[in-house]
């Protein structure tokens, strides 16, 4: 079992940068692979971008490739997600998630209750 839990989202102006995290309590998080997803309202969960077991594959989505980046420190049981260059569509919930994979598939169990991320124009 795995219990996930975000921090770090808030309010920026277009262009600027967050860091996100996702600590995982349980000693399994180093065996999962993570990913991170957003929901605006209104529209359906939107997957952001994922990492393998050991952190030496990332996956991105298209809209946030180049400008966003995954990483994760095994040691300290935490994910993080670095945005960069933020835009007002990124105004999102954004949740973190981990489960068994091969890689690049990825099974997700265990799911964080998600961040606000907010981007003024």
């Known amino acids: 079992q795995v219990q996930l839990v975000e921090s770090g989202g808030g309010l920026v102006q277009a262009g600027g940068s967050l860091r996100l995290s996702c600590a995982a309590s349980?000693?399994?998080?180093?065996?999962?692979?993570m990913g991170w997803f957003r929901q605006a309202p209104g529209k359906e969960r939107e997957f952001v971008g994922a990492i393998s077991v050991s952190g030496g594959f990332t996956l991105y989505a298209d809209s946030v490739k180049g400008r966003f980046r995954i990483s994760r420190d095994n040691a300290k049981n935490t994910g993080y997600l670095q945005m960069d260059y933020l835009k007002p569509e990124d105004t999102a919930v954004y949740s973190c998630?981990?489960?068994?994979?091969?890689?690049?598939?990825?099974?997700?169990?265990?799911w964080g209750q998600g961040t606000q991320v907010t981007v003024s124009s």
């Open positions: 998630a981990a489960g068994a994979s091969t890689w690049p598939r990825v099974r997700y169990d265990y």
């Open positions: 349980g000693r399994a998080f180093s065996s999962y692979a």
